[in-house]
């Protein structure tokens, strides 16, 4: 039987793997062409992650959060563009996204107002702003809801 691992500064994908109760060589096993002694590199930080290889441990450990991770903190890219989702509640998604649409619907005539004739004007910047802002908690919102929806919907299949 393998030892667990008492380290206490574990990545994700350690902690995830170890969720699931898996060794190195059965997640390897499970993950069919990421050896143990590449799992280890990633786990400890001395090799990063490809894309193709936190697909396939998204997929195989049943957490689709593994990407948005990836994602958002790994991909020159993503760090820019992608916000880390965290996981919530379903309740709690969706009472966000009701506040937040709430919020926008009070906003609507103002944003009508400011892009009417195409441009914006400086006075209009600091109202265009905040309405960005209640826009990307809605886009985060459905993110989290879309997240939750691919890990539970694999759930119940599974069942």
Avoid at 20 to 48: D, F, M, Q, W
Avoid at 50 to 72: G, S, T
Avoid at 99 to 107: E, H, I
């Amino acid at each position: 039987m393998a030892r667990a691992s008492v380290k206490e500064n574990k990545n994700i994908y350690q902690r995830k793997r170890e969720e699931l109760g898996l060794s190195r060589e059965k997640a390897g096993e499970l993950l069919r062409y990421i050896t143990p002694e590449r799992l280890e590199r990633i786990e400890s930080g001395k090799s990063n992650a490809h894309p193709d290889e936190v697909i396939l441990m998204a997929e195989k450990y049943h957490c689709p959060h593994l990407c948005n991770y990836y994602c958002a903190n790994e991909c020159e890219i993503g760090k820019q563009y992608v916000p880390e989702i965290k996981s919530k509640e379903l309740s709690q998604i969706i009472l966000e996204m009701l506040a937040s649409l709430n919020a926008m619907q009070r906003k609507q005539e103002r944003l009508i107002e400011i892009t009417s004739d195409g441009e914006i004007q400086e006075d209009e910047l600091r109202d265009f702003r905040a309405i960005q802002n209640e826009l990307e908690k809605i886009s985060i919102t459905v993110e989290t809801l879309q997240l939750w929806a691919e890990k539970n919907i694999k759930e119940f299949d599974q069942k």
